[in-house]
């Protein structure tokens, strides 16, 4: 969560796709969103990047398998209107 953290690992990720997190993940110190954010502003290109916010779960989605299935069917989608495929 430290902004001023270690993100040497995370400097080094060449590959950009999607982070998703539970909106009440209480592994962030009560800030999931900011946490992925932070996150990805240490990124190679956070720009490429998606995040996701699961709103109303914790990490395991728990009740919100469907809403994660519908958001990452969501996520291919654009990826392929993107591709034009």
Same mark, same amino acid.
């Given at each position: 969560?430290?902004?001023? %953290?270690?993100?040497?690992? #995370? =400097? *080094?990720?060449?590959?950009?796709?999607?982070?998703?997190?539970?909106?009440?993940?209480?592994? +962030?110190?009560?800030?999931?969103? %900011?946490?992925?954010?932070? #996150? =990805? *502003?240490?990124?190679?290109?956070?720009?490429?990047?998606?995040?996701?916010?699961?709103?109303? +779960?914790?990490?395991?989605?728990? %009740?919100?398998?469907?809403?994660?299935?519908?958001?990452?069917?969501?996520?291919?989608?654009?990826?392929?209107?993107?591709?034009?495929?």
């Amino acid at each position: 969560m430290e902004k001023n %953290g270690d993100f040497s690992q #995370i =400097n *080094n990720i060449e590959h950009s796709g999607a982070m998703l997190i539970g909106t009440y993940d209480r592994f +962030t110190y009560g800030d999931p969103s %900011g946490f992925l954010e932070n #996150i =990805n *502003n240490h990124t190679k290109h956070p720009e490429k990047n998606k995040l996701i916010f699961v709103p109303n +779960t914790g990490h395991t989605y728990q %009740g919100k398998q469907q809403k994660v299935a519908d958001m990452l069917l969501d996520l291919l989608n654009e990826w392929r209107n993107e591709q034009n495929l």
